[in-house]
């Protein structure tokens, strides 16, 4: 079992660690009880609220005037591990804008916001487990907590289920970030194969001509359905 | 359920086929930027409304900020994030008793800062029969008492204890971690 699933808590490498990332006292240290899946089972409509709107999914449109910024395409398929498509997967995301700058009161960033750039977005998967989005490239930005370490690009995702143990959280980054092994959240990942899994690729397809880069980024699910059967 | 058959390039069709799961991240700080909607439940028909309030808390008993508190029962799911203070507060309606199972909430717990997936327990109420639960009785009478909310005068009350001596019970399922070795 590699540190980084063990199994809630991130544990960062060597020099990234601070003193008050002492993770002894915030997450769990008793074992996990496991029970059988029938008895934590969540198989309420979690999204029946808050549905996202056709248009929740264009972070370049959500104001009045066009965001500052590379204007991008990211779009991808999510799927179990057993290459499943998962449909009706609410997928919110959140990110900085071009300036490396979050709209978020405890971003200490001294950079400048974009009046037309909120940076949060939100989407149903189609049948066959694809979302798209359009938004701007973001900013890299300091780490807070350590300002030689940087943030390299990336954009936050949170999938949520029908079922809210369903719950998934990941991060896309981009290819060819030269941030990328500064990052001390992707460094929390000690295998190189499985940080290249969060890199997207570029993606002509995707992209619309002379208005939008392409990416695209897949999401493969892991722990979450426990056979196939089950379904 | 959520998923079809496998029809599109890259599909796996047996087990040694498995995909590696794209690796989980933590929330980082400025989650509530994305996954700001914050659902309630909202009594119908019959359905009594409660709401569930306490702090999740370290292994010091201090309050944990920018922190995600999900609850889901047959009749819905609500978020709350927790601020400075580490106070959540859940509006829902009390649940309904399954074969089985006692009235409880499924409730997730994740810090923006550590964790890369949610911590997982059942809140349970006071002033229901607890004792037939099928859940309940396969814990130690000490695991059970994490797991068990306060009547209080205006709802129940439950602190969830990240850490420490009177961490919360958390929960997992089978496979839950086979995939991502
Ligand atoms: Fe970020």
Redesign the interface.
Known sequence: MRAYTEPWWVQLPEGFSTPEFDTEIWTPRKPLVIVPSRLIDSSAPVYGYGTPGPTDNDLLSQHDGVPMGEHITVHGRVTDSWGRPVRDMLVEIWQANAAGKYVHDHDPTPKPHDPHFTGAGRTLTNAHGEYTFKTIKPGAYPWWRDPEAWRAQHIHFGLTGRGLTERYVTQMQFPGDPLLSRDPVVSTIPDAKARERLVAELDWEAAIPGITVGYRFDIVLGGVHATPAEH | ????????D????A?S?????????????????????R?TLQPAGHQVPITVSGRVL???G?P?M?TMV????????TRYFTGLDGAYVITTVKPQATPG?APHL?L?V??G????????T?LYFPDEDNDTD??LQ??SPE?RATMLARRTDIGYEFDIH???DS???????????????
């Not at chain 2, 019970?169 to 070795?181: A, I, K, R, S």
């Open positions: 359920m959520t998923t079809t058959a496998g029809d599109r890259g599909a796996a069709t087990s086929d498995r995909l590696v799961p794209t690796p989980r991240t933590i929330l980082g700080p400025y989650f509530t930027l994305g996954m700001h909607v659902p370290n292994a010091l201090e944990v920018m999900e609850t889901s029962q047959p009749e819905g799911w199972r499924l997730l994740m810090s800062n550590f964790m890369i997936r949610p911590a997982v059942c099928e859940l396969q814990l695991q990240l850490a420490g961490e919360t019970t958390f929960l997992g399922w089978p496979g839950l971690l086979d995939d991502e070795e």
